[in-house]
T-cell receptor, first 113, second 108 residues
Framework: DAGVIQSPRHEVTEMGQEVTLRCKPI?????LFWYRQTMMRGLELLIY????????DSGMPEDRFSAKMPNASFSTLKIQPSEPRDSAVYFCASSSSTAYSYTFGSGTRLTVV | GIQVEQSPPDLILQEGANSTLRCNFSDSVNNLQWFHQNPWGQLINLFY???GTKQNGRLSATTVATERYSLLYISSSQTTDSGVYFC??????????FGAGTRLFVKA
């Protein structure tokens, strides 16, 4: 298995633009998580899905952020419009409720200028 | 909400030394994990350990759920152990809350 795959690895965009981050979880995992990591706030859980259904989105900072999981093999995190304070590393992770294997992707480093 | 506190925040070791990292949490949890983030940013799951003790090579972990703490032991440290060690707790299913981490540097 190739692990959790995130794209792009790096994204530089101008303030006000729409940004879409993508994640392919490990096949067979029924949980998917989106995290944001910054120096000031550490690792924050933004939202997580179980069997493609959003379970808890209380960590999503504001309405500019949205996440979808249209099927078991793909999820997106969208920021519209982006702001400089959204600059961070965004991680996707997937897990299996039966096997307790929790795997992170390599992250997307987002810079909003 | 639940608070997760890790100590020490920073640690410098000479290669070959042993160390203990601590994680305290403020409420009952469903599960607890330890992660290592290497200097290139990759996060690796080390242990799922809601209670008891587990060992994996030079690393071992102990969680005492009734007293709300977990310990990560690193023996015979190597330079490749450098990075940040995170404790994360699960509340209400799979909602995961991370501590601020312990930054470890192992000198050759």
């Amino acid at each position: 298995d190739a692990g959790v795959i995130q794209s792009p690895r790096h994204e530089v965009t101008e303030m006000g633009q729409e940004v879409t981050l993508r994640c392919k979880p490990i096949s067979g995992h029924d949980y998917l998580f989106w995290y944001r990591q910054t120096m000031m706030r550490g690792l924050e859980l933004l939202i997580y899905f179980n069997n493609n259904v959003p379970i808890d989105d209380s960590g999503m900072p504001e309405d500019r952020f949205s996440a979808k999981m249209p099927n078991a093999s793909f999820s997106t995190l969208k920021i519209q419009p982006s702001e400089p304070r959204d600059s961070a590393v965004y991680f996707c992770a997937s897990s299996s409720s039966t096997a307790y294997s929790y795997t992170f992707g390599s992250g997307t480093r987002l810079t909003v200028v | 909400g639940i608070q997760v506190e890790q100590s020490p925040p920073d640690l410098i070791l000479q290669e070959g030394a042993n160390s203990t990292l601590r994680c305290n949490f403020s409420d009952s949890v469903n599960n607890l994990q330890w992660f290592h983030q290497n200097p290139w940013g990759q996060l690796i799951n080390l242990f799922y350990i809601p209670s008891g003790t587990k060992q994996n090579g030079r690393l071992s972990a102990t969680t005492v759920a009734t007293e709300r703490y977990s310990l990560l032991y690193i023996s015979s440290s190597q330079t490749t152990d450098s990075g940040v060690y995170f404790c994360a707790v699960h509340t209400g299913g799979f909602k995961t809350i991370f501590g601020a981490g312990t930054r470890l540097f192992v000198k050759a």
